[in-house]
């Protein structure tokens, strides 16, 4: 599905939306992806390689299903994003995918607090120029930072 390349920012902002799921725009995409002739032909594709078996449990369907494994490539799937399954797998292979996509978002979420705490740290250490002191030895500051975080983290404890 192409999308025309907009000039007004709003439509441009609703398109990138379209595309994160979870957003109002996303399921309207959705909505009209699934019923386009690009969906239907990978859903027979899908099927067709499925041979009428149920791609998660194994079990012969008469109707199959088309599973996305990830909107990460949203109105370009590859063959290996989507799976045909049967109906009473489908919901079972959505919740599976809501749990790695919560667990995906509760790592970027870590990464990103670890990684500005350590920028805070620095910062007020070093300056706003501390990379340079960082690149002629990393492992040292690293560890200097994990130390002081650990620190910080018993303090935090020690106060409930």
């Not at 990138?16 to 399921?27: A, H, V």
């Not at 670890?114 to 990393?138: I, L």
């Not at 994990?146 to 620190?151: A, G, M, Q």
Request: hydrophobic letters at 20%.
């Amino acid at each position: 599905m192409q999308h025309q390349e907009s000039l007004f920012p709003e439509d441009r902002e609703k398109h990138k939306r379209s595309l994160i799921y979870g957003t109002p725009e996303f399921k309207q995409a959705y909505d009209r992806y699934i019923t386009s002739t690009q969906w239907k032909k990978l859903g027979s594709t899908v099927r067709a390689r499925a041979k009428g078996h149920c791609e998660r449990c194994g079990a012969a369907s008469g109707r199959l299903e088309i599973h996305h494994l990830t909107y990460e490539r949203f109105q370009h799937e590859l063959l290996t994003d989507l799976q045909g399954v049967c109906p009473p797998c489908h919901p079972i292979a959505d919740g599976e995918r809501e749990q790695k996509n919560q667990q995906k978002f509760e790592t970027a979420r870590e990464e990103s607090r670890y990684s500005a705490a350590r920028d805070t740290y620095f910062t007020k250490k070093y300056g706003e120029d501390w990379h340079p002191h960082h690149d002629a030895d990393p492992e040292r500051m690293d560890e200097e930072f994990d130390k002081w975080l650990e620190r910080k983290k018993e303090e935090d404890d020690d106060d409930y």
